[in-house]
């Protein structure tokens, strides 16, 4: 059973899934990350840390860190607050290439966290997508979730004070100024709680149906003071994308509008034209632009709504609302398909008509099918498509 995670209403989370095997002897890394924007959508790492332990309380001394050139500045009150300034993340490897480090570091670790599920997960998978890298395979657990999964007693949130409390640590380390000291206490309070697994005989942990997690009531300091960005960063293919789907759009457009321009006007009392229908030719060139345009629009239309979906939205309002364009913009586009025929005196197959016995996509009905209002109808369709997959995707991980 694959794990998930998913982010619900009314300050919980959802997760099942986890499955690890001789959970007791495992050796595992505590990691942390170091990043700013919402952790689903915009968020993005610019430092990376892990420390190694042994399940029998021993610090191997193994420890792995990197500095992350992100795609946009840090903000100044993060870097005030854990000492990275962009001056030094300026000539940091790249993301692709520091996670592909902690991969090498970690192995077939454990890896432990406190909000990871919350933060700094969800921002690990965000941004192995935008670099299309594979999310790392090593069972993850976030002992905030797992606390409660031992204690299911606790109906608040969580907190790192509560579990050094509970297991009766002190937070006052030998050197205060360890930068590890908070890992270092994580990985001592995580070996507490195989402890209990031990003591429970419990070897093989299996966590299969869902369970409720009180979310955190604020989220870390190095996750504020930044400005929510309304889309969020793209990587290199999205960019290329969004690019695409701008030249098409002008392209297509302007198609579009020579359709109508070689479009013939009937002139009653003149004779109608048998040169054939020249605008068919730029129908030709317009049709696979227009199917790759409309492409790319479903696919950003599906990533952007996906991204939302993954903490929890989903609004009845923008799915009214493109259903409801589309209605109507079929409704228009209809009454001007007929207009165009009434003014032909109707179909090629009406007598009086004066396109009698032609076809009835002719030199002098192109715009009764490619106009704006059919072009339009195309986007919408297309957006609600990308709409409605992002939901199904989204329905199919719960």
């Known amino acids: 059973m694959a794990m998930y995670v998913r982010m619900k209403p009314m300050g919980v989370y959802e997760w099942s899934g986890l499955s690890v095997h001789d959970i007791a002897e495992r050796r595992f890394s505590v990691i942390d990350l ?28 193994d420890i792995f860190e990197t500095l992350i050139r992100p795609t946009s500045p840090i903000p100044q009150d993060l870097e005030s607050s854990t000492g990275v300034y962009n001056r030094e993340v300026a000539y940091a490897p790249s993301f692709s290439a520091g996670y592909k480090s902690l991969q090498q570091f970690l192995q077939d670790d454990v890896v432990i966290t406190l909000g990871g599920y919350e933060f700094d997960l969800r921002v690990l998978q965000r941004e192995c997508e935008r670099h299309g890298l594979q999310e790392l395979e090593n069972p993850c657990i976030d002992l905030r979730a797992l606390y409660t999964y031992l204690h299911p007693e606790v109906e608040e949130v969580v907190t790192y004070e509560e579990l050094m409390y509970y297991y009766g640590f002190d937070d006052k380390p030998e050197d205060p100024h360890d930068p590890y000291r908070d890992m270092s206490l994580l990985g001592l309070i995580y070996i507490e709680i195989l402890e209990e697994l031990r003591n429970s005989n ?19 300091k190095r996750q504020s003071g930044t400005p929510e960005l309304r889309f969020p960063p793209l990587a290199d293919t999205q960019r290329k994308m969004l690019v695409g789907i701008i030249m098409l759009f002008f392209l297509t457009i302007a198609l579009t509008g020579l359709v109508d321009v070689f479009t013939f006007r009937l002139s009653w009392g003149g004779g109608l034209s048998g040169n054939g229908n020249p605008a068919l030719l730029i129908v030709m060139v317009l049709a696979p632009l227009y199917v790759i345009f409309l492409s790319l629009v479903g696919g950003a239309a599906y990533y952007f ?8 939205w989903y609004s009845t309002g923008i799915l009214g609302f493109l259903l409801g364009m589309a209605a109507i913009m079929s409704l228009v586009a209809y009454f001007y398909h007929m207009r165009v025929f009434v003014s032909l005196g109707g179909r090629s197959d009406q007598h009086g008509s004066a396109i009698f016995r032609f076809s009835n996509w002719n030199q002098y009905s192109n715009t009764a099918y490619v106009n704006v209002l059919t072009y339009s109808l195309g986007i919408i369709l297309s957006m609600l498509i990308g709409y409605l997959i992002a939901l199904l995707v989204s329905r199919k991980r719960v």
């Open 305 to 312: 709504f996906q991204e939302r979906m993954k903490d929890g």
């Open 202 to 220: 419990t070897s093989h942990l299996a966590i299969t149906e869902p369970l409720l997690v009180q979310r955190s009531r604020h989220k870390p």
């Open 34 to 61: 170091e990043s700013f924007g919402n952790p689903g959508t915009t968020g993005q790492v610019f430092r990376i840390r892990a420390m190694r332990f042994h399940t029998s309380g021993t610090r191997l001394g």
